[in-house]
């Protein structure tokens, strides 16, 4: 029972203690006299503290309540009309917001390692009217079938959205997020996928539209899914000058095509280009010249 009680006397230590540095940092996240900061900026200062509790605390169980604090106070922050035009340059150092150019929706996307065998994603969508609707992180659940699945935004292939573009489809826009997934033990995945809105409002998750030949047969796929051995680095990305989605090309370790934890990148990128209706599959996308030690194989490094 003493045992018992030291042990946790020492947690409560250390989390007060990690707790009271980020409290001490996050008093600084401004220059000024707090008073004197708007509702929105004292709002912000809030989250900001609060990212860095469900972030960098060293106790799972203070990350795990940083996180619900977390979502309890950036809801009345996304039902502020005036939020969606607000920088919120210093909360977008802490977890993902990213915007299309018409600016017409926001998506706010971060994640929690809960354990060291568990790690989930959050996000929530905010619009222009104060609205937003939440992001629940459902991909834990989903083994098989995520290219062939429509997904919402109560039932949601979590990621962390670093990137979006838009096309045109016909006469309706589509717009394409470009995430991160890091639930997994031993692997990760890059991911694209379409974006939009059904009848009702709704945030809707995937769309036919990936051309991929399988089995000499081209089967449109809702999403395209990079899954690759953990903690290697590969890049999933659009590239403008190109007009083209450019990923790594990646190939198992160990010579067996069924592991996917075991994949890495093998120095040559594959593609996707636009037609107007599909994203047509490009094997091969950039030419690697081979060349002599200390010379770069493409003129440009390619981005994550």
Not at 14 to 32: C, E, G, P, W
Not at 99 to 111: G, L, M, N, R, V
Not at 181 to 186: A, K, W
Request: net charge positive; aromatic share 14%.
């Amino acid at each position: 029972m003493r045992k018992y009680f030291l042990v946790s006397f020492l947690l409560t230590i250390i989390s007060f203690t990690a707790n009271a540095q980020m409290y001490k940092s996050a008093r600084l996240v401004h220059n000024q006299d707090p008073s004197k900061l708007s509702k929105l900026e004292r709002m912000e200062d809030t989250l900001v503290f609060l990212a860095d509790s469900m972030k960098l605390s060293p106790i799972p169980e203070s990350r795990i309540s940083g996180s619900y604090a977390f979502i309890k106070k950036i809801r009345p922050f996304l039902q502020n009309k005036e939020s969606f035009n607000f920088p919120a340059k210093k909360l977008s150092k802490k977890i993902s917001i990213i915007q299309p150019e018409d600016k017409k929706f926001k998506i706010y996307t971060w994640d929690v390692v809960r354990s060291n065998t568990e790690l989930r994603h959050y996000g929530a969508l905010q619009l222009p009217d104060g609205s937003f609707q939440p992001l629940i992180d459902v991909s834990d659940q989903v083994i098989h079938g995520a290219e062939d699945s429509t997904f919402f935004n109560m039932r949601w292939y979590g990621a962390i959205y670093y990137n979006i573009i838009k096309k045109t489809i016909g006469s309706q826009d589509a717009y394409f997020l470009f995430g991160y997934n890091g639930n997994g033990v031993d692997e990760e995945k890059k991911i694209v996928e379409p974006f939009g809105f059904d009848r009702t409002g709704r945030a809707i998750f995937g769309a036919p539209v990936f051309a991929i030949r399988e089995k000499n047969r081209r089967r449109p796929k809702m999403r395209f899914l990079v899954r690759y051995q953990k903690n290697a680095r590969i890049s999933l990305n659009y590239d403008k000058e190109r007009d083209m989605i450019i990923f790594d090309h990646c190939e198992s370790s160990v010579g067996d095509q069924h592991k996917k934890n075991t994949f890495v990148p093998d120095g040559t990128y594959d593609g996707f280009k636009w037609d107007g209706r599909y994203w047509q599959f490009v094997r091969d996308a950039i030419n690697i010249q081979k060349l002599p030690p200390g010379q770069a194989p493409v003129e440009k490094p390619i981005k994550n």
